[in-house]
């Protein structure tokens, strides 16, 4: 009987085990992709920087000159693409043992839901972490404060006053990104998009957006947050949020500006044979970064 050797029967089965790990991959959408809007990178690192823009124009008596504004930068925040990688081996004797099949199957599924539990877990602590002043953005200020420094004094993407999760906070929520201004002070129609909630409130989100009245109340008023389609991108439960409290909306802020997801390589599944061992070696890597550019990109609330 002919020795399994790894020059044959792995090669031979490659294009399976391969196509076993893709489909694990994507079994279900990523939770990430729908909370962070993606832009692509060649570079180690991309810089974004805050548009200074206009003030407010004012008055020009008669025969005097025209004022002159400045458009200077603002802020400057830099996303350094990291490189997440890991690999997994079928030994030799199982290669000879005809277990390779078996073997590398199961490995390489395991390996997809490594990465993509890894990708979900780095995502989310942008959002676990944007309440802690340890972890800051291009303006020395956490992800999620009342006092990001801007051209036009302090502004807020946090609740003012921090609540449960609840219809009227909601509303509250809604109405404070409404009034979101530049960096210059400006009115820029901001808009909530998506509210994103963990587990532990995911029944409560749903009963008061898809409530027809009034949610847990005997009140006869409409749900005025469904009825006006104020969220139009619906709820996003993440269960990689580890904050039983916390809830979040991220807004209509410009795409590529906001919440980032920035992919400098797509993932790669590879394998290679290892030259000591003849083991089968078998290995994933993916390289990108989460962050933020413009603060304006989400709201949050970290819970009463």
Known sequence: MATITTASHPQQ????????????????????????????????????????GFGYAPVKPEGSAVSYDTDAQGYTETLTNVTYALGAKVSLEALQDNQYENVA?????????????TKENVAAMVFNRGFNSSYTGGDATELFSTSHPTKSGNQSNHLTVAADFSEAS???????IRGATDTRGLRIGLK???????AE???DAHRVLSSVNQSGTAN???????????????????????????WFIKTDADIGSGMIHQQRSALAFTRDKDFDTDNACMKAAERYAFGWGDWRGAWASPGA
């Not at 199957?105 to 990465?115: E, G, I, Q, T, V």
């Not at 909601?170 to 404070?176: A, F, K, V």
């Open 170 to 176: 909601l509303e509250d929520m809604l109405t404070q």
């Open 13 to 52: 089965l490659w294009p399976g085990v391969k196509a076993i790990f893709g489909k694990a991959y994507d079994e279900k959408p990523l939770v990430c992709g729908m909370v962070f809007d993606t832009v692509s990178s060649d570079k180690a690192y991309e810089k974004y920087v805050e548009e200074g």
């Open 105 to 117: 199957r199961r490995r390489a599924a395991k390996l997809a839901r490594s990465m993509r539990c």
């Open 220 to 246: 006869n008023d409409v749900n005025a947050v469904r009825n006006m389609g104020m969220l139009p991108a619906g709820l996003v439960v993440w269960d990689y949020l580890t904050d039983a409290d916390a």
């Open 201 to 203: 409130l995911e029944f």
């Open 192 to 198: 909530g998009m998506k509210l994103v909630v963990p």
